[in-house]
């Protein structure tokens, strides 16, 4: 789609300072030449709608035989949104699935009682010198789907609308806004929106979702005259009309949020639950280790080694 006009702003003004709840400057980790910066959850925001994790993890650059390499391990409670800027890697997972994933394609998989999975550089990719540069994400699953099958789906950069006016390019990854709706299956109300921006563009965010929030991912944004950086994620007040202006060399945001949960989340290690008891049964589960007749069974083509639950979270 080459145009819409629920992505273009009327009005001058680009918000007001007031307007943001909470700033979020996520907590930066190396994994050996591999940063990942988490802003989901943070001491100030354990959520953001029903996302309740959020990672950057690189740009990174990689030589030939190096990669990624993320053995198996579990989830409940949670759907997974996996998101490439630049580069590729494999995903495999317990019900079956083997997929490649490459930048503007989405992978979406719905933990729900349980599901074990890998992410890894594929031997085809360490053949040459390559990178990596995404974001992953979870989203916290209603109470009536905490304990649903394992899915996934997996969409390729075709299948997502796409806006597109002067200055802005937008691509709705999941969900609703500006209209239009992502494929994905959701179980609530959320947006999340790939934005990339021209220097000195104005974008609204959609005005339909109860909580709002965006990331930086490159460049840097203003609202009513400050600038914030790429690292940071601002979380606005529910009900306000909101618009960013991109900064002097432009901006790459994501744009996140959506209806709340009707409860409160608890979050350990892998694992996303309404109760504590759920994720003490996972955790008993997955230190049973009983990959042929327990709760959880390891990825098919990846069943050599996996992650231990941690000792002491």
């Known amino acids: 789609m080459s145009w819409n006009p629920a992505i ?17 400057i996520p907590r930066a980790r190396d994994l ?19 996302f309740i994790f959020f990672d950057q993890a690189g740009p990174a650059e990689f030589i030939t035989g190096k990669g990624i390499d993320v053995r198996p391990h579990p989830h409940i409670g949670l759907a997974t949104v996996t998101y490439l800027y630049e580069g590729e890697f494999q995903h495999r997972d317990s019900i079956g699935t083997n997929q490649m994933i490459y930048p503007g394609e989405v992978n979406w998989m719905i933990a729900g009682n349980g599901v074990t999975h890998s992410e890894r550089t594929s031997a085809a990719t360490r053949t040459r010198p390559h990178k990596l540069f995404g974001i992953q994400t979870w989203v ?3 109470d009536e789907q905490e304990d649903s099958e394992a ?3 997996h969409h390729g950069k075709q299948a997502l609308p796409y806006l597109e006016s002067e200055g802005k390019r937008v691509r709705l990854i999941i969900g609703n806004a500006y209209g239009e709706r992502a494929p994905v299956k959701t179980f609530s109300e959320m947006f999340y929106v790939d934005a990339v921006l021209e220097a000195g563009t104005l974008l609204p965010l959609p005005d339909n979702h109860e909580d709002r929030g965006i990331y930086v991912v490159q460049g840097s944004v203003e609202i009513s005259g400050d600038e914030f950086e790429s690292g940071r994620m601002m979380v606005f007040r529910p009900g306000d009309p909101i618009t960013v202006k991109a900064g002097p060399t432009g ?36 230190q049973k280790g009983d990959f042929q007749r327990g709760r959880f069974q390891l990825p098919p083509g990846d069943t050599d080694e996996y992650i231990p639950l941690p000792e002491a979270r």
Request: negative net charge.
């Open 8 to 24: 273009e702003q009327a009005c001058p003004e680009c918000g007001d300072l007031d307007n943001i709840e909470t700033i979020i």
């Open 32 to 50: 050996g030449g591999f940063e990942v910066r988490r802003a989901l959850p943070s001491p100030q925001r354990q959520m953001v709608g029903p």
């Open 140 to 142: 916290a699953l209603p």
């Open 151 to 153: 899915a996934f789906e």
């Open 251 to 286: 901006a790459r945001l994501i744009l996140l949020g959506g209806e709340t949960l009707g409860g409160p989340r608890y979050i350990w290690w892998n694992f996303v639950a309404s109760s504590k008891d759920k994720i003490d049964h996972a955790k008993e589960a997955w």
